[in-house]
Structure formats: structure tokens, C-alpha cells
């Protein structure tokens, strides 16, 4: 079966700091979608990004980034210059590929608060 | 602009008493699911629908049903509520690509006295 790990359970930074949300998962799976979502106090799950097994490559969206490695099966998330806006819950999520629905398996979460 | 609407935001119901939550979407997706986020927890999912097909989750109690009279909507059954199924309800729908994301709705928040 599938796992996400997500080690850090809070995490709290000052304003502008950089902060790293980790992110590991277990799978036997060759064809699957990781996601990362931010839930806000107000409760909605907000999409962040997606990625499938098939593309490591990086991406960078604004002050947010995304590293994705299969050789650690890690997707881990960066905050740049972090803001207050940014204090919230973020899941990371696994989606076995295969079928065109099922479920998400969340981790943890880590819930994140800048402090201005 | 919303496009996964859930209703009631809040809802409080009495121990034992049966509740229906709402979900609808404009999205015309065949995919609906639902799930229960307890405190400080992941959500974790009831079940969902594919089309009509109705596909429940092993360990979900049978105290919870659901119902999807059509595309755009989506009821979730409450018959009889225990002070643990306080939780918050969230809705979402997905397309049939499995590179998809799941569209969350904001979410109903359950109270039970």
C-alpha cells in the first residue's frame, strides 16, 4: 500500500525566511501523481501542484518551488521569502496512476505559521 | 465562480438525529468523493461515485450514505450521529484523466450535541 510522510508536523518561521516543507513517499507503483495542497483556516483544500512519476523536473511558480526526486521518493516544497499569507496546513498527496479515479492518499500534514 | 459549493458551511445536529449534507458542482465532472477531516488530521476518504457507480470504502461505518440523484450533485447521510462523527465534511470532484487534481469544496463543518 501507499504511504506519504510528512516528518514535520509544525513548523514556524519569521517573515521573508525561506522554509522547506518535506515530503516522502512509499510506493510500488511505477505510474503515480503526487500533489501538494494548502488548506487554509477557512478549511478548503487548495491545489498547489502536480506532479507524475514520469517528471522529475522541478518547478518554480512564483515564490513557491517544488523539488521532486525519485532516487529518495521525495517531493519536497519550498517557500521563499515566506509571508503571513502563507500560514496554513499543507498535505502532500499520493494518486496511484492507473485509473482515471480512486483516492488520494494524504500525509500527515505540517502546519506551517510566519509570524510577521 | 465557484465550483464546488457545499451546504450547509455549518451545521449542528443532536446525537442520534439524522443529517444530509449537500455538494454540487459546476464543474460537470464524473468523478465525486467525500471525506471526513477530524481535527488536527488528513482527510480521510468516505467514499465516491464514479458516474452512478457507488464505491465505499472498507472501513467506512455504515452509518454514513451517500446518495448522487445526478452529475452536478452529491448528498452525504448522516442516520444516526455519534459525538465522533464531529468532523469537517469536504466534498470534492475530479475529472476522468488520472493527471487531474481533486477540486475540494470548502467544506461543512459538523457539530453534534
Known amino acids: 500500500a501507499q504511504k506519504v510522510t510528512q516528518a514535520q508536523t509544525e513548523i514556524s518561521v519569521v517573515e521573508k525566511e525561506d522554509v522547506t516543507l518535506d515530503c516522502v513517499y512509499e510506493t510500488r507503483d511505477t505510474t503515480y501523481y503526487l500533489f501538494w495542497y494548502k488548506q487554509p483556516p477557512s478549511g478548503e483544500l487548495v491545489f498547489l501542484i502536480r506532479?507524475?512519476?514520469?517528471?522529475?523536473q522541478n518547478e518554480i511558480s512564483g515564490r513557491y518551488s517544488w523539488n521532486f526526486q525519485k532516487s529518495t521518493s521525495s517531493f519536497n516544497f519550498t517557500i521563499t521569502a515566506s509571508q503571513v499569507v502563507d500560514s496554513a496546513v499543507y498535505f502532500c498527496?499520493?494518486?496511484?496512476?492507473?485509473?482515471?479515479?480512486?483516492?488520494?492518499?494524504f500525509g500527515q500534514g505540517t502546519i506551517l505559521t510566519v509570524h510577521p | 465562480d465557484a465550483m464546488v459549493i457545499q451546504n450547509p458551511r455549518y451545521q449542528v445536529t443532536q446525537f442520534g438525529k439524522p443529517v444530509t449534507l449537500s455538494c454540487s458542482q459546476t464543474l460537470n465532472h464524473n468523478v465525486m468523493y467525500w471525506y471526513q477531516q477530524k481535527s488536527s488530521q488528513a482527510p480521510k476518504l468516505l467514499f465516491h461515485?464514479?458516474?452512478?457507480?457507488?464505491?465505499n470504502e472498507a472501513d467506512t461505518p455504515d452509518n454514513f450514505q451517500s446518495r448522487r440523484p445526478n452529475t452536478s450533485f452529491c448528498f452525504l447521510d448522516i442516520r444516526s450521529p455519534g459525538l465522533g462523527d464531529a468532523a469537517m465534511y469536504l466534498c470534492a470532484t475530479k475529472g476522468t484523466n488520472p493527471n487531474n487534481e481533486q477540486f475540494f469544496g470548502p467544506g461543512t463543518r459538523l457539530t453534534v450535541l
Open positions: 506532479r507524475n512519476s514520469f517528471d522529475e
Open positions: 498527496a499520493y494518486f496511484a496512476g492507473g485509473t482515471s479515479y480512486g483516492k488520494l492518499t
Open positions: 461515485y464514479y458516474d452512478k457507480d457507488f464505491n
